[in-house]
Nanobody
């Protein structure tokens, strides 16, 4: 089992940047494919980025492509989401998720067994 703790959320003006971190504890971090999801009030949860166990391949949703970058440091048991050029529509609770095994990245919430508690990101005009 793995425990996930997100950090780095906050309030930022449009056009600004934030970097979210998700620290994992428990079993070998490199055993897990990781994803970042977000959910805004009244909206469905969506995957914004995902990364394979090795970090060799990544996915970014069209809504964030070119602005958000997912990365991981397996030596530090941490996955990151660098968010640049933030927009008010990026406002949401952001969650990291972990899935054990597999060779791909995964973009559906049902494919992940472990979730963090979430961190709020608010982008103001």
């Amino acid at each position: 089992q793995v425990q996930l703790v997100e950090s780095g959320g906050g309030l930022v003006q449009a056009g600004g940047s934030l970097r979210l971190s998700c620290a994992a504890s428990g079993r070998t971090f490199s055993s897990y494919a990781m994803g970042w999801f977000r959910q805004a009030p009244g909206k469905e949860r969506e995957c914004v980025a995902a990364i394979t166990r090795s970090g060799a391949r990544t996915y970014s949703a069209d809504s964030v492509k070119g602005r958000f970058t997912i990365s991981r440091d397996n030596a530090k048991n941490t996955v990151y989401l660098q968010m640049n050029s933030l927009k008010p529509e990026d406002t949401a609770v952001y969650y990291c998720a972990a899935r054990e095994g597999g060779i791909n990245y995964y973009t559906q919430g049902t494919q992940y067994a472990y979730w963090g508690q979430g961190t709020q990101v608010t982008v103001s005009l």
